[in-house]
């Protein structure tokens, strides 16, 4: 019975992980379709980073618990480096 009740509660942290992973995602993909909506300056790599980021998002089935919390924990502060980085490039070319 107690291994019945661990294996639920395995389950239950992984669906908690999973969903607040994708919610993760699914703000960083709006924020990079806001963003190819609002400023067409770097549309093509805006639009590749959108893409990978997507296909990270199909891929979070396959995850661990600790790999869907690091995930989710990154993929905010990656897509913020990664439009700095644009701003950047803009600011000095």
Request: hydrophobic share 40%.
């Amino acid at each position: 019975m107690h291994m019945r009740s661990q294996q639920g509660r395995i389950t239950s942290d992984l669906l908690t992980e999973f969903e607040a992973t994708q919610d993760a995602y699914a703000d960083v993909i709006v924020k990079l379709n806001l963003i190819l909506i609002d400023n067409k300056t770097h549309e093509q790599v805006v639009r590749a980073k959108l893409f990978e980021v997507m296909d990270e998002r199909n891929k979070l089935d396959d995850c661990s618990i600790s790999e869907l919390h690091m995930m989710r924990k990154t993929i905010k502060e990656q897509v913020n480096t990664f439009l700095a980085g644009l701003n950047e490039q803009y600011v000095t070319a």
